[in-house]
T-cell receptor, first 118, second 115 residues
Framework: GAVVSQHPSWVICKSGTSVKIECRSLDFQATTMFWYRQFPKQSLMLMATSNEGSKATYEQGVEKDKFLINHASLTLSTLTVTSAHPEDSSFYIC??????????????FGPGTRLTVT | AQKVTQAQTEISVVEKEDVTLDCVYETRDTTYYLFWYKQPPSGELVFLIRRNSFDEQNEISGRYSWNFQKSTSSFNFTITASQVVDSAVYFCALSRDNAGNMLTFGGGTRLMVKP
């Protein structure tokens, strides 16, 4: 199946700093990428949807100035958590949808990035 | 609005037992898609099945089977002869399209299979 990678897999940062998380589709072109957040023992909550070359669409309650999403190419989307605070500590998961022959509508999930803000 | 409810937060079984994970959904759409995902301790979501609202046939894949009942808005998942490797969190999800865009996830059920 298609592969989506995330980097880093885990990161610890100090409060007030910014952290960038990368999501890459390794063997297909991802026209759309999604970013989810998952708090411990909770479900996944969609944060935003991004289409290559356009601005991301954020879900209600998600601060777009705090969670900057860039989808500059068909294989890479980045999520930057700006001025991180301990309450931003969470598991961030990306998924990608895109154009493989016969599978253009499949959505594939990355392995997730665990962010801890101290 | 769409909603997915997984009433069982945690289930513990002994290996080789059968176990059913419940999923109840709410939607006003006439066309929709239901998904099950497995999230092992590593965190990566593993796609298990997708079912559209017009296909109520039950499906079996090895030890896994799914029972879709539109009349009760349920899409239950059964693991037969459970194994320790089945231990994970299982999510049921709902979407308006077959790609899983705008997925609405249930709260998840943590399954623990003991040897």
């Amino acid at each position: 199946g298609a592969v989506v990678s995330q980097h880093p897999s885990w990161v610890i940062c100090k409060s007030g700093t910014s952290v960038k998380i990368e999501c890459r589709s390794l063997d297909f072109q991802a026209t759309t990428m999604f970013w989810y957040r998952q708090f411990p023992k909770q479900s996944l909550m969609l944060m935003a949807t991004s289409n290559e070359g356009s601005k991301a669409t954020y879900e209600q309650g998600v601060e777009k100035d705090k969670f900057l999403i860039n989808h500059a190419s068909l294989t890479l989307s980045t999520l930057t958590v700006t001025s991180a605070h301990p309450e931003d500590s969470s598991f961030y998961i990306c998924s990608a949808r895109g154009g493989r022959a016969g599978k253009s509508y499949e959505q594939y999930f990355g392995p997730g990035t665990r962010l801890t803000v101290t | 609005a769409q909603k997915v409810t997984q009433a069982q937060t945690e289930i513990s079984v002994v290996e080789k037992e059968d176990v059913t994970l419940d999923c109840v959904y709410e939607t006003r759409d006439t066309t929709y898609y239901l998904f099950w995902y497995k999230q092992p301790p590593s965190g990566e979501l593993v796609f298990l099945i997708r079912r559209n609202s017009f296909d109520e046939q039950n499906e079996i894949s090895g030890r896994y089977s799914w029972n879709f009942q539109k009349s009760t808005s349920s899409f239950n998942f059964t693991i037969t002869a459970s194994q320790v490797v089945d231990s994970a969190v299982y999510f049921c999800a709902l979407s308006r399209d077959n790609a899983g865009n705008m997925l609405t996830f249930g709260g998840g059920t943590r399954l623990m299979v003991k040897p």
